[in-house]
């Protein structure tokens, strides 16, 4: 079955300082190696072309977890690490935000040039799937960036995104080549979002064959497919509260992190050393690279990775994150060489944490958690797009705190 999909996102314009953008491609590329290593190069595309996962993916790279941003600032991200090693990896990606989407059709053709795939099949791919998104399918949204990802054999995956001007709302269309029958006869699991009433659907089965030239206009209600489809609505709230995460999950992965000593469990010995704010980020990236899909229903629980470069939930720890990034790309490289012990070890973590949500009571002090986050983010030198955190100042018998 297809994971394709769309998400509703609030519309942020923002900027990425590249203190946070480094780092992301460096997070990001070896996520996406160890997804490779795992799982293979097709897994990536699957995983991209998943809603849910990829804005648990953005969420854990410091980005802001509900907002449009973590689209363009994802994709740009790997496409600056992938295709430098695009021809290692077998991973290639086209286009980008606004001029740079019209640049995937040429990108495309230097791709098959090293492949020896079909090129004009592939920008025939990639332009049927924005004209399907922008112009066939009208539901408000103007296509602004289009990023066409592909592997060399051939399996590829679509991220794209328009906006609504009206409602300051971003959405994301997902495609993934795996179970495509057709572009114009229902291609996506189906297009979902807030009900905004009747819409020009050209892609409803009873639709005509777009390459043969629009005839037929039918319109659909987006309600008739919704339960088909992977549906993410983000929240237009900025911080993150209990009802945007398993405080279950969450809870278990802090239990792991911080309330039991690594040497306790045979299978991690390898991290031995590593402290517990480190074991938090790498836990929830283990279950970033190993996790299924039912996993990631609530993105903004992996934010509590590497934070966000907003201040939400807290700073992003910088020296947390760097120590990360050092232990993933430290795992990949063994296991290039046939020593995949570290790698295990990271898998482990996710594998822990699923096993204990079975019995585990979580405590409802999410707020309680985030402000020590915040307390403490200095320490691990927590940044912001405001500056740098600062630790708590007494005043009196109370504490006044100094986050920026």
Known sequence: MKRSGSANLPL???????????????????????????YGKNEILRRLSDPFWFQSFGAVMGMDWHSSGI?????????????PRAKELGIFICGGKGKSSRQAPAELISVADQTGLDGNYLVRCSKLSAK????????????????????DT????????????GDKT??????????LQSFVEEPHTAICGINQGTILNMTAADAKPAQNAIINVTHEKPEKMMHEVQQLIMPSHHEVRSENIDLRRLGTVLWLAHDKQITYFEDLLLLEGVGPRTMQSLALVSEVVHGTPSRFKDPARFSFAHGGKDGHPFP???????????ILQ?????????????????RKLHEIAKQAENNFIPKDNLDELIQKERDESWKY??????????????VGKGIQLRMF
């Open 381 to 394: 030198g927590g940044k912001t797009v405001f500056g740098d955190a600062k630790p708590p100042r007494k």
């Open 316 to 326: 992003v720890p910088v020296n947390i994150y760097d120590e990360t990034i050092s």
């Open 170 to 179: 971003a959405r994301r269309y997902h495609w993934h080549s795996e179970g």
């Open 12 to 38: 942020h314009y923002g900027y990425v300082p590249q203190w946070l953008a480094v780092r992301m491609a460096k997070l990001g590329l070896a996520i996406t190696e160890s997804i490779i290593s795992e």
């Open 330 to 346: 430290n795992a990949v490289q063994k296991a290039k060489l046939d020593n995949s012990d570290k790698q295990t070890a990271i």
């Open 132 to 151: 399907v998104d922008n112009t066939a399918i009208q539901d408000g949204f103007q296509l602004y960036m289009h990023n066409f990802i592909v592997s």
């Open 71 to 83: 689209t363009t600032s994802v994709m740009g991200a790997l496409k600056r690490a992938i295709n």
């Open 154 to 165: 051939g399996e590829w995956t679509v991220v794209q995104q328009g906006m609504n001007a």
